[in-house]
């Protein structure tokens, strides 16, 4: 298996100190790495170092000379917001090479779901999903050997996500993709690097199971660290206890046996096995059961995306009690956050009557994606008075969460969006509400929070309304679904029914290597039997899978690059 890419002893700073330090590895041909990390542990800043556009301080990266890479940023740039879609994919082209291969962009974008008439848009005017699938079509028109992918599932709707994982299942290439989201690791990746305490560990396992590995490499490493502590206080206290004997008796040589070991207990702190430090805040989220019917009730409720314009949707009939963890889904731009937006408007209006009825007795809490809930211009202790008027409450929940005394008194503009969020979510425990409704919640959450939300959602003794992408969030912590599609809301029991619902739905197609003839006379024999084994195996998967579950374009899109590779060999 060839080498694509050798980093070694790599270091970088930052004004608040190192990022991580002495990295070495290699990324071989065939790996699929999923790096995980922390908010704000340095896995970007990684990607940027790996392909040039970041320095580091200390050490260097080799790119082999056969391999072509392309980064897959977060945002498109700003440069190419006036062009069209398919004139964004070809300035990734050599200008030569524009007319001649324009061709090879077009059939690029259909393969990724898009229309004739849409390779005409505006790029400017694209949704999240068509932000992703137009940044994946730049990256893959010069045909990389290796994509470096930056949380590229930010943002998207669900169904726009299962694309995204057929996408890197199917894709042929090797990657590194950064993510919070593990279930898509775990469908896509070979070997993990978790980015921790300013080091890289490597395991060949997906998400999930190199996440159980490192805890288990943690336990062990505690054990350890416990007991060469119990031997250094042993030499410790052996070396203190002779030293005070030569005082006494005068003696040199038990004086100077006491300095021997003490520069031992020296040695054996240096050898000592490092423990991680672990995080500095665990998300909670603690609300009050009302005893009541129902908490908020929706009949015939027309759904507006503002006062005054049509609605996106009508609700026929929906009720929602203590108990009940309710996910909101469907396509970005259906109406999903409009209804939450909806219900908050209304209960600060106290209009409790007619189509939604909210209980008298309901305290409700929000948290809106935007995180707008927290004036700039506030002061992080003066931002939660409106969730407890208690100062001493809000010094100590501060405190807990991670935000020293000393940044009490910081302006909450200057904080990240990963901070901005936890801020938020300190505030809503300290409310203690009877309904909870959380837009996308996880945009800014590494993969511990997520967890802890999930965990704490299922303990909340409220009620919730949910709207997320994140599949896991929403099968471990909701036991209602109502779905939002051509106009209605309808209810559903099963997560993975609505989700099946979404991908059949979604009108993407899947097929990842929509140039399999012209890209052919540049892979050797080996990787047309390995791309054909793959595809064969794909295709009777899906074959086995029942019929209503299967998928017919895609399998008809399997067929044809088998015949033609076929054909090749």
């Not at 790599?10 to 995980?36: N, Y």
């Not at 045909?143 to 894709?171: G, R, V």
């Not at 004036?375 to 100590?396: H, I, N, T, V």
């Not at 935000?403 to 990240?416: D, E, I, T, Y």
Request: proline share 4%; charged share 25%; with cysteine.
């Amino acid at each position: 298996m060839s080498t694509l890419l050798t980093a070694q002893s790599l270091r970088v700073d930052t004004a608040f100190g190192t990022l991580f330090d002495s990295l070495s590895f290699t990324l071989k041909k065939g790996d699929r790495i999923g790096l995980l990390g922390d908010n704000g542990c340095g896995k970007s800043t990684l990607l940027k170092v790996l392909d040039g556009t970041d320095s580091p301080a200390v050490g260097s990266v080799a790119l082999a000379g056969h391999c072509l890479m392309a980064r897959i940023e977060q945002h498109l740039p700003e440069s190419v917001f006036p062009l069209t879609m398919l004139d964004a994919v070809l300035t990734q082209l050599p200008l030569a090479e524009r007319d001649s291969l324009r061709w090879k962009a077009e059939t690029l974008l259909a393969g990724m779901g898009f229309s004739p008439q849409d390779t005409g848009l505006q790029t400017a005017t694209l949704s999240g999903g068509q932000h992703t699938r137009l940044l994946l079509a730049r990256a893959l028109v010069n045909d990389p050997d290796l994509l470096l992918l930056d949380e590229p599932s930010n943002h998207l709707d669900l169904p726009t996500m299962l694309w995204l994982e057929q996408f890197l299942q199917t894709w042929s290439g090797s990657f590194v993709l950064v993510s919070h989201d593990r279930q898509l690791l775990d469908a896509v990746t070979n070997k993990s690097w978790i980015l921790r305490d300013k080091t890289v560990h490597d395991f060949a396992l997906p998400c999930t199971a190199a996440r159980r590995a490192l805890a288990a490499k943690d336990e062990s490493d505690a054990l350890r660290h416990k007991a060469e502590q119990k031997e250094i206080d042993r030499v410790a206290a052996s070396a203190k206890r002779l030293a005070t004997w030569g005082k006494v008796y005068d003696n040199e040589d038990l004086a100077r046996k006491a300095k021997q070991m003490e520069k031992q207990v020296d040695r054996l702190k240096e050898s000592q096995t490092c423990l991680t430090a672990g995080s500095q805040w665990t998300l909670t989220l603690h609300g009050d059961a009302l005893r009541a019917d129902r908490l908020l009730e929706m009949d015939t409720l027309a759904v507006p995306p503002a006062p005054g314009l049509p609605a996106l949707f009508c609700v026929d009939m929906a009720r929602l009690k203590s108990g009940d963890r309710v996910a909101i889904v469907g396509h970005n731009g259906c109406g999903k956050s409009s209804l939450m937006k909806l219900i908050w408007q209304q209960f600060w209006a106290e209009k409790h009557a007619g189509e939604l009825k909210i209980h008298p007795r309901v305290t409700l809490g929000y948290y809106d994606q935007t995180l707008r809930q927290l004036p700039d211009d506030a002061s992080l202790l003066d931002a939660l008075e409106p969730f407890a008027p208690d100062p001493q409450d809000r010094k100590m929940a501060l405190i807990s969460s991670g935000f020293p005394w000393a940044r009490h008194g910081q302006k909450v503009s200057v904080l990240s969006g990963g901070e901005r969020s936890r801020l938020l979510f300190v505030g809503l425990t300290l409310a203690r509400y009877s309904l909870l409704m959380l837009d996308e919640p996880t945009n800014h959450l590494d993969m511990e929070g997520k967890e802890a939300l999930a965990h704490t959602l299922n303990q909340f003794e409220g009620g919730v309304l949910l709207v997320s992408h994140d599949r896991q969030l929403i099968s471990q912590s909701c036991n209602r679904f109502w779905l939002v599609e051509n106009g209605m809301l309808t209810e559903w029991h099963d997560a993975e029914a609505v989700f099946e619902r979404l991908r059949d739905k979604s009108g993407l197609t899947h097929s990842v290597m929509p140039l399999p003839v012209a890209s052919a006379g540049h892979r050797e024999s080996d990787d047309i039997l390995e791309r054909l084994v793959t595809l064969e195996t794909l295709l009777a998967e899906d074959l086995a899978r029942k019929p209503k579950h299967q998928k017919r374009q895609l399998q008809a899109q399997w067929q044809d690059e088998i015949k033609a590779l076929e054909a090749q060999l």
